[in-house]
């Protein structure tokens, strides 16, 4: 394909079954340029072709008829003998119809002395007919055409991890425009374009919800289980069902933008960079297949010389050529990694290539930021202590006067009094002053108010701040609060404190991650030391730093990577970013939201949840397990069949058995990554 006029460069994606050309052609010179592989391809904008049944494919064809020939030939040489001309033919075009793809792929390496599966096999065949093994070479020849059938279905069913990805959101959308509406196709739809979803349907792309409010079940983009309620202001994705309500959504991104999008590029990538064990194994095979060349025409040509029979050893040679094949060797490891990636994908979790996957299988020690990781990053009341009248009256009160604040105290307690259904909207406030760093004071009802941090209270009232006041402001704060005063000029009517709320799956997240065998959780934030070892203590983390600036946290996660080596950093991928990039692996919360998140983050969990932590640590690890026990097994397999030649009872029936039943294994075994769930 580089060669043809136009074509600047071209990359092939195996995990994703993918070729990238830069420059301008055609699918048709792209086809005729791939026609020695059989290639079929569609633009990447085109509708799916539908899949041909396995069982009906041209190449699984060619197999029954190659084995039926097979059947019919050594049934005539029973009849006839194995010498009679009646079954070498019926041999002859068995090996033809099932291996003329081989052949061709073999001979064409041959003359570019590049020694592969094909090639090594061309080799065997042909030998084993020169001297008169006619069964033998049909047999190795059906045995192939199987075992490479049944591969490619074992990498057809690793791949549908990205296929059902790509199907997840509809291919067009009702959209109005000028008062009316039209079904159009998403590549036509324009940012701000508004988009009916009705119940039942799924949202073809991302945007804003500006009417209507429904639940939205997000588990394709953020592998949450429990549908979110959207209202007018939240942010929507495309590939997401709409349960009950009808939405009117305005269109925020273009098709190729989408989260959904992002995702499947990002797996697509993931899939094709390639892991460090991958790399050994794609080395190890480049030394080692020449090896075994050599090997095969020592074994073929030596014993004869010394006496020894030339069919026998010619015959002995050619079965080394195929149980040589370092076919399971270089399936090993790309298979378990396009598996385990698209798995991840699938449960809302984006590992963006073999490296990370592999590096999180390993981690030693894990840091994580607090607000908006370990905390759910928004303060809540906790306590309130009414000192005077009626606390549902203060807290109207105090509601009122904070209506107009943007610090985030307000907001907790106007949430707060929302909940109790406390009516303050209506309530007037006259003469409004902020006391800048300390509070805020209004005439309510007219009566002068103020509202702020003990040490304002220190100045007004400094008699009223006694011994057993102090004692429970300091109190609240040592549980990692902060605390605010209502009060007059005469006295103090009403403690509230708030504070960031721990998340519920904090504790349990930290307690699965220690049984994992992480020796370490840290907690690294900017906070005060007091509110960050009631939140360490309450999450159960075993190290607790905190006042760091970003700088601090980017030290302190270096100098964990230099006591450990293999550390994750889990942050929120914005004001984390150095930390998240000074880590071995940094894991960002929350990706769908965030471009920077999918960005900066190695792995990236598309929701809000800490749950996704643990299983990408077990998925990582049951992959860096399966691709050990691949590369063990593919080799344990090669050395004992190769140890057959040494008693002469290597034979090429086994030969195949040893190298096709390895790489299947190899490939069923890693395909068992689907299967691991949260």
């Not at 009705?198 to 804003?208: H, N, S, T």
């Not at 992480?518 to 907690?523: A, D, F, S």
Request: charged share 20%; glycine share 8%; aromatic share 6%.
């Amino acid at each position: 394909m580089k060669r043809l006029d136009g074509v600047v460069d071209a990359r092939v994606n195996f995990g994703a079954a993918k070729i990238t050309v830069y420059g301008e052609t055609s699918i048709e010179a792209l086809e005729k340029a791939g026609a020695f592989e059989n290639l079929k391809l569609r633009g990447e904008k085109e509708q799916k072709m539908e899949a041909i049944p396995f069982w009906k494919q041209k190449e699984t064809i060619k197999v029954y008829l190659s084995a039926l020939l097979l059947l019919f030939s050594w049934l005539l040489g029973r009849t006839f003998g194995e010498e009679h001309l009646t079954p070498i033919i019926g041999y002859g075009v068995a090996i033809v119809i099932g291996g003329y793809s081989l052949f061709l792929k073999g001979f064409k390496n041959l003359i570019r002395f590049k020694f592969d599966m094909s090639t090594l096999m061309t080799i065997a065949i042909i030998g084993a007919a020169l001297i008169g093994e006619w069964s033998e070479g049909a047999t190795v020849v059906i045995l192939f055409a199987i075992s490479e059938a049944l591969e490619r279905f074992s990498m057809d069913k690793a791949r549908q991890s990205i296929e059902s990805l790509m199907d997840i959101a509809p291919k067009e959308a009702l959209v109005v425009r000028n008062g009316q509406e039209f079904t159009i196709p998403v590549e036509a739809i324009e940012i701000d374009d508004i988009m009916i979803v009705k119940p039942g349907q799924k949202l073809a792309m991302d945007g804003v919800v500006v009417k209507g409010t429904s639940a939205l079940n997000q588990a394709a983009i953020t592998g949450e289980s429990v549908p979110v309620t959207k209202s007018p202001g939240d942010e929507v994705y495309a590939g997401t069902l709409n349960e009950e309500g009808l939405l009117e959504v305005q269109v925020t991104k273009l098709v190729e933008d989408t989260t959904l999008a992002k995702i499947i590029h990002l797996v697509e990538e993931a899939q094709a960079e390639r892991a460090p064990s991958q790399a050994f194994v794609d080395k190890f095979a480049k030394y080692y297949t020449p090896v075994i060349v050599a090997l095969a025409l020592l074994i073929a040509v030596v014993p004869p010389l010394f006496g020894g029979d030339w069919s026998e050893w010619i015959y002995q040679g050619l079965s080394v050529l195929v149980v040589g094949c370092p076919c399971a060797l270089v399936v090993s490891t790309p298979v378990s990694v396009v598996t385990a990636i698209g798995n991840a994908a699938r449960n809302g979790v984006l590992i963006k290539g073999g490296i990370h996957l592999e590096a999180a299988g390993s981690l030693k020690v894990i840091a994580f930021d607090k607000t908006g990781t370990l905390t759910k990053g928004v303060p809540a009341v906790t306590d309130i202590v009414s000192f005077d009248r009626n606390e549902r009256e203060l807290l109207a009160v105090t509601a009122a006067l904070e209506k107009g604040s943007q610090h985030p105290l307000a907001s907790a307690i106007i949430t707060k009094a929302e909940e109790m259904d406390i009516r303050f909207e209506s309530t007037a406030v006259l003469d409004f002053q902020s006391l800048t760093g300390k509070g805020v004071k209004a005439n309510v009802n007219g009566e002068i108010y103020y509202a702020g941090s003990p040490n304002l209270f220190q100045e007004l009232l400094p008699q009223k701040m006694d011994g057993e006041l102090r004692e429970r402001i300091e109190s609240l704060q040592r549980e990692g609060k902060t605390v605010m005063i209502l009060g007059t000029i005469n006295q103090i009517l009403l403690l509230i404190a708030a504070a960031d709320q721990i998340r519920e799956s904090s504790r349990e997240v930290i307690q699965k991650l220690h049984k994992l065998g992480i020796g370490k959780t840290v907690m690294l934030t900017g906070d005060n030391k007091r509110t960050a070892e009631a939140i360490g203590k309450s999450a159960g983390v075993s190290d607790i730093k905190a006042e760091l600036l970003p700088e601090d946290k980017l030290n302190a996660v270096k100098e964990l990577r230099r006591l450990h080596h293999s550390v994750a950093m889990v942050g929120d991928g914005v004001n984390d970013a150095p930390a998240l990039a000074a880590s071995t692996v940094g894991v960002a919360m929350g990706g769908a939201g965030t471009d920077t998140a999918l960005e900066t983050a190695d792995i990236a969990l598309m929701s809000d949840d800490l749950n996704k932590l643990p299983f990408t640590i077990q998925l990582s690890r049951k992959a860096l397990w399966t691709i050990k026990q691949n590369i063990t097994f593919s080799l344990v397999v090669k050395a004992i069949a190769l140890l057959l030649v040494i008693p002469g009872w290597l034979t090429l029936w086994i030969a195949i058995f040893a190298d096709m039943g390895a790489t299947l294994l190899v490939t069923l075994n890693s395909l068992r990554l689907l299967k691991v769930k949260e």
